[in-house]
């Protein structure tokens, strides 16, 4: 929100997982579909909340669904190995 605020000519774009397109689906004027076993299952949502919505209906200029095997690939570097 800051680095729009501070430049507005920028892009913010957000990126969701492809199983759970709630946002995007939102944003979108879709009606919601999600379902299915997702490494981001801590931000997978079936209905985003209001105030949410609203912040990155302002701010964001896209969003990206983003497959499985992607967000694998991208969160690998930041998991710690078993112990």
Do not use: C, F
Not at 27 to 32: M, T, V
């Amino acid at each position: 929100m800051a680095a729009k605020e501070m430049n507005p000519k920028i892009d913010i774009i957000g990126v969701e997982a492809q199983l759970y397109p709630s946002m995007y689906k939102a944003i979108h004027g879709l009606p919601p579909t999600s379902g299915g076993e997702s490494i981001a299952e801590g931000i997978a949502v079936k209905v985003p909340g209001e105030i949410t919505k609203e912040i990155i209906s302002r701010y964001v200029d896209d969003i990206i669904l983003v497959d499985e095997l992607s967000l694998e690939s991208a969160s690998r570097p930041w998991s710690r190995p078993e112990s």
